[in-house]
Every structure is written in C-alpha cells, then in structure tokens.
C-alpha cells in the first residue's frame, strides 16, 4: 500500500530507468495531487520522455514504481490501465483520417466499451428499441465530447481535411472518450499556432474544472507557466526543482539548466511589458 497523501492521483516513488549503461531516469520521486495541472520540463535528454512513458505503464521502469490511485502501473496492462482511468494522447496524431471527426469519435468511444462489441454488434444488425437508445446515448455523448473540443463546427468533416492542430483535437477527443480520471498530453500545442494554443489552454482548464486531472510534457514555455498549477524540471534523469511556475521561473538551477537566454528574455519582456 502507498503510504504517500491521500489527495495524490499518480505517486511516482523512486523510479529509476537505465538502457544498458546508460541513466536516463535516477531515483524520480514525486506526487501528482487530484485535480492539479502539473507539467513536466527539461532540457533535451533529460529524461521526459521516458519519465512518461513509465507513468502511462508504457515502459516498466528498472527501479521504483508508479502508483495510479493506489495500483502499481508495471503490474497493470495497458486496457486495463484506461479502465482505471488513466489516459494518454500521443505526439503524432493517430486519427482514421478517411472518417469522419464524429465516427473517430464513436469508433474512441465504442473501443472503449469493448467487453460489449459482441452485444453492440448484435443490436446493430437487429436493432431493438432499448439498443436504438443506447446507440444515441452514445452519439450524444460524442457530440458533448466533439463540442467540448470546439469542433462542433467540423464534425461532419473527414479527419484528414482538418488542420493539424485541429487533428490534435480530435487526438485530445479520442482521449477524453475513455472518461478519464487522468490525461497525461505529450506535447499537446507542438505545431499549433498561437491561437490554437490559446484555445488549447482554455480546453485544459474546462477539462480540470469537470475535476480531470492533468500532467503534460511540454516545450513551449509560456503555455507552460500559464497553464501549470506547478511544474517539476528534469535534467540529466533527475528532478532539479519542482513548485508553482512563479518559483520555478526564478529558480537558477532551472535557468542555469534548461531556460538559458529564453528565460532571461522571457524576464525582459515581461519587465518591459510592466
Ligand atoms: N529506448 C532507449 N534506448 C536507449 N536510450 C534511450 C532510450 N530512450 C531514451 N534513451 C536515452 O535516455 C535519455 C533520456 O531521453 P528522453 O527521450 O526520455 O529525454 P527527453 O527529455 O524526452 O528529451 P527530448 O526533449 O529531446 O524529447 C537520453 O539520453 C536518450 O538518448
């Protein structure tokens, strides 16, 4: 059992990561409190990528473990895992661009009640009134889904004819289908433009606020200290600082580390801006 905080959804206890002789995580310790957005940085090869790929049960770690609500990830498959309620979406898009960006959804969201295809696919070729509404459950709760992601306007639209960042979208929908308690977003406004990020931001917040909560791997710095309640900062494998984007803004370690110049001109404009 976790000895850890009672309001911590995801505990990452001690967790350490080689391939062959090389350390790309050591002893990684930290907590992520229910209904926080808290983001990872570093610099490249610090170890973020593999730090998320350990807390989505995609990589077992060689040392420590993490805890999703109390369960030991490395003991937990993969399907299992999202019917815990732990998500992920993915760098690179992976919707079925010929359909279109409702049925991506209804495929998200049949794929998830997967233990019932069988009985779906029955009720489909001999439809009974109680099958009839429950395939509309359904189809509402991917038009709630497809609204929540600003895409309502798209949604009759083949996949592959939308942006990239609205493709992203349809990335984030197919993992809000599963119901999650937890998204973790690997880079989630990577190839966006500024207004898309900005939506995005807005998207995040309304997705807390129905109390999922939220890690992100992100580059862009000032999505990140916008966004974040608190951000933890890797360099070389190991957690250099952690706290609110005000502390973390300021901490030499971290600037000496990964924001460099950015984060003195990042410091500068906003002086300017004052
Ligand atoms: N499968 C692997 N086999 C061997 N070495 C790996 C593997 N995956 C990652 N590494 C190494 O582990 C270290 C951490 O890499 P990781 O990709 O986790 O860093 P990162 O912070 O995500 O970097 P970036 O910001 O560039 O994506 C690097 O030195 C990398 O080369």
Do not use: W
């Not at 062959?20 to 209904?35: P, R, S, Y």
């Not at 639209?157 to 493709?167: C, F, I, N, R, T």
């Amino acid at each position: 059992m976790s000895t850890t905080s009672s309001s911590a959804i995801l505990n990452v206890e001690h967790v350490g990561m080689k391939f062959g002789g090389l350390t790309a995580i050591a002893d990684l310790h930290f907590d992520v409190q229910e209904g926080e957005i808290l983001s990872l940085i570093g610099p490249n090869g610090a170890g973020k990528t593999t730090a998320f790929n350990i807390m989505t049960g995609f990589l077992k770690p060689t040392q420590g473990r993490v805890l999703f609500r109390g369960r030991d990830l490395s003991q937990t498959r993969p399907n299992e895992i999202a019917r815990l309620g732990l998500a992920r979406t993915f760098q690179r898009t992976s919707v079925f661009a010929d359909d279109t960006v409702r049925d991506n959804v209804l495929i998200g969201l049949h794929r998830f009640g997967d233990d019932t295809r069988a009985a779906a696919l029955l009720d489909r070729l001999f439809p009974t009134p109680a099958a009839r509404r429950a395939e509309n459950a359904v189809r509402e709760r991917a038009d709630a889904i497809i609204d929540m992601v600003g895409l309502t306007a798209r949604a009759g639209d083949k996949a592959g004819s939308l942006s990239y960042g609205e493709q992203r979208l349809v990335g984030f929908a197919l993992a809000l289908a599963v119901e999650p308690k937890m998204l973790l977003l690997d880079e989630p406004v990577s190839g966006m433009n500024a207004s898309e990020t900005q939506g995005f931001v807005r998207l995040i917040r309304k997705v807390r606020d129905e109390g999922v909560t939220i890690l992100l791997v992100e580059h862009d710095m000032p999505m990140v200290m916008e966004v974040s309640d608190r951000i933890v900062c890797l360099n070389y494998g190991r957690l250099i600082a952690e706290g609110p984007p005000e502390a973390i803004r300021t901490d030499p370690k971290v600037i000496e580390a990964y924001l460099g110049k950015s984060a003195a001109k990042l410091e500068q404009r906003e002086v300017a801006h004052a």
